[in-house]
């Protein structure tokens, strides 16, 4: 504001010195003049009178004044995009890891990578090295790849110690240093509690994430909760939220492209990312805070599923070829064909 101030006295003074004088029109003040306001001042021999030529100099320059001033005020920069996230639930060795760490096979990785051995209640120290390699890479929002470990909460009906426990098995320190950026805490409930009253669930997940954060003092922290669905806002409370990002789609892509409403809520998109007042919302006024995991998605289809995503505020996007079949074949233990051309197109979406 200070910088406009000044310009707009400094475009003042300059009309002010220009109305008590009768210009002299060279050729090289013609030049400056065409500069500052934008229009030529009217020919020397010309019919109008001084008093006109003066109305039309003051015209022209409060003209400049003004184009100057707006010319100054920067756009706002892109305030919204869309980046790609997977889960990689593969042992070391995999060619779903070794390609994500590979430069020459994936140029530039996805943004987050969560790993997962046993659902959290194996030897994870074994994944060390891969997350050591996955987050020495840069991902296309110029930071460092995300690498976060799997936890499973059983509906929040797990107990608390039995939760850290897990969390322990990734966030311990071993040879020196963490090995992770956070937890992705799976099967997370889409109510706040057992009743419509209470927040049990909500606040268990809360320390939850508050003992993720104190294993990782001075770092930020990255915690995902997994709904697969709409999140209460209960969750999303200031001083009470149970995470950074919350997965609220995670079916296929036949039913991410209709609405739910369409077909009498059988399957489908509800709507939107967050339950608020016993509606569905988008939440775009939480900002980047939604991650949509949409599998059997083909070839054809990937961009729309994309698409979709960002214009339903999602901040992270899976879009994957690997097809869930029956409770055995996991989506997330295979690369998606067209990985590279996903996250290229993903960096190119802004708003």
């Not at 002299?24 to 021999?45: D, E, Q, T």
């Not at 070391?92 to 096979?105: A, I, M, Q, S």
């Not at 339950?275 to 949509?292: D, L, M, V």
Request: proline content about 6%; overall charge neutral; some cysteine.
């Amino acid at each position: 504001m200070r910088r406009l101030a000044a310009d707009a006295a400094s475009g003042l003074r300059e009309t002010r010195a220009i109305q008590f004088a009768e210009p002299h029109w060279s050729r090289a003040s013609l030049r400056k003049f065409r500069l500052f306001a934008g229009s030529p001042p009217p020919h020397a021999h010309n019919r109008c009178s001084v008093k006109r030529r003066k109305e039309k100099q003051m015209k022209w320059l409060i003209g400049g004044v003004a184009a100057a001033m707006l010319a100054s005020v920067a756009l706002p920069a892109s305030a919204r995009g869309i980046e790609v996230g997977l889960p990689a639930y593969v042992y070391p060795g995999d060619p779903f890891l070794t390609t994500l760490e590979d430069p020459v096979k994936t140029p530039v990785p996805p943004s987050v990578v969560i790993v997962n051995i046993g659902n959290g209640d194996a030897d994870e120290s074994i994944l060390d090295h891969d997350a050591d390699l996955l987050r020495a890479r840069t991902a296309a929002n110029g930071g460092p790849v995300k690498v976060i470990g799997y936890v499973h909460t059983d509906k929040a009906l797990r107990s608390l110690d039995d939760i850290k426990a897990s969390v322990d098995r990734y966030l311990n320190a071993r040879n020196g240093s963490v090995h992770y950026d956070g937890i992705f805490f799976d099967e997370v409930p889409n109510l706040c509690g057992a009743s419509a009253t209470s927040t049990e669930w909500r606040d268990k997940l809360r320390a939850a994430r508050v003992y993720v954060t104190s294993k990782l003092p001075g770092v930020q922290s990255f915690v995902v909760n997994n709904l697969g669905t709409a999140v209460p806002d209960c969750y999303l409370q200031a001083g009470n939220d149970t995470a950074d990002v919350f997965i609220t789609f995670e079916d296929t892509a036949a039913h991410y492209l209709v609405d739910a409403s369409a077909n009498g809520w059988a399957y489908g998109w509800v709507g939107g990312n967050i339950i608020a007042n016993g509606q569905y919302a988008s939440g775009a006024e939480y900002g980047p805070r939604f991650w949509h995991l949409v599998y059997n998605t083909g070839n054809a289809d990937w961009a729309t599923v994309v698409n979709k995503a960002f214009g339903r505020f999602a901040a992270y996007v899976d879009a994957t070829d690997a097809f869930m079949v029956g409770p055995y074949l996991n989506p997330w233990t295979a690369i998606p064909s067209y990985l590279n051309a996903e996250i290229g197109y993903a960096g190119g979406l802004r708003q």
